[in-house]
């Protein structure tokens, strides 16, 4: 590691571990059977009541479960884009997808060692799209910041 405070050491500490943590929830859910697997997914959109009902009405169960496998993987690549950040000091949006796509391959491979589940191009073609889309929104949000606090320091002048 460079250099780096102690402060600086903890953030980029527990940047990686929000990582681990995502990874490790996203394993555990690839972990289920597919009709425990059902059941979650079925109790989720029961949970998330009339809001999620109504698009489940329109994509269905496989489309919502879909969404779901999107936003697991966009979250993990916001995670990892913060985490590289953190550590290195630069944008790294193609790395960071990179390890989102990569990690939805194992998972896919993972299940197919789980009853019922199994391999699917598809699955990991949602999730490296929700994983572009999360790096996406980092990316844009960092430029955003860039610029205000440019343009904020050029006001102060």
């Known amino acids: 590691m460079k250099n780096y405070s102690t402060k600086?050491?903890?953030?980029i500490s527990i940047s990686w571990l929000l990582v681990a943590a995502c990874m490790g929830v996203i394993f555990y859910l690839s972990h289920q059977p597919s009709?425990?697997?059902?059941?979650q997914s079925l109790a989720?959109?029961?949970?998330?009541g009339k809001l999620v009902e109504g698009l489940v009405n329109?994509?269905?169960h496989e489309g919502f479960r879909s969404v779901a496998h999107g936003l697991e993987f966009c979250g993990?690549?916001?995670l990892l884009y913060n985490a590289l950040l953190q550590a290195t000091g630069k944008q790294k949006p193609i790395l960071s997808w990179a390890l989102a796509a990569v990690y939805a391959v194992?998972?896919?491979?993972?299940?197919?060692?789980i009853p019922g589940r199994a391999f699917q191009l598809q699955d990991i073609a949602v999730d490296a799209s929700g994983a572009a889309v999360?790096?996406?929104a980092c990316v844009a949000l960092y430029v955003t910041i860039r610029k205000l606090r440019g343009k904020s320091i050029e006001k102060e002048r």
């Not at 600086?8 to 953030?11: F, G, T, V, Y």
């Open 8 to 11: 600086r050491k903890i953030l």
């Open 35 to 39: 009709e425990k697997s059902a059941q």
């Open 44 to 48: 989720v959109i029961g949970f998330l």
């Open 58 to 60: 329109v994509i269905g």
């Open 76 to 78: 993990l690549a916001v």
């Open 106 to 113: 194992s998972d896919e491979i993972h299940q197919i060692f």
């Open 134 to 136: 999360g790096v996406a």
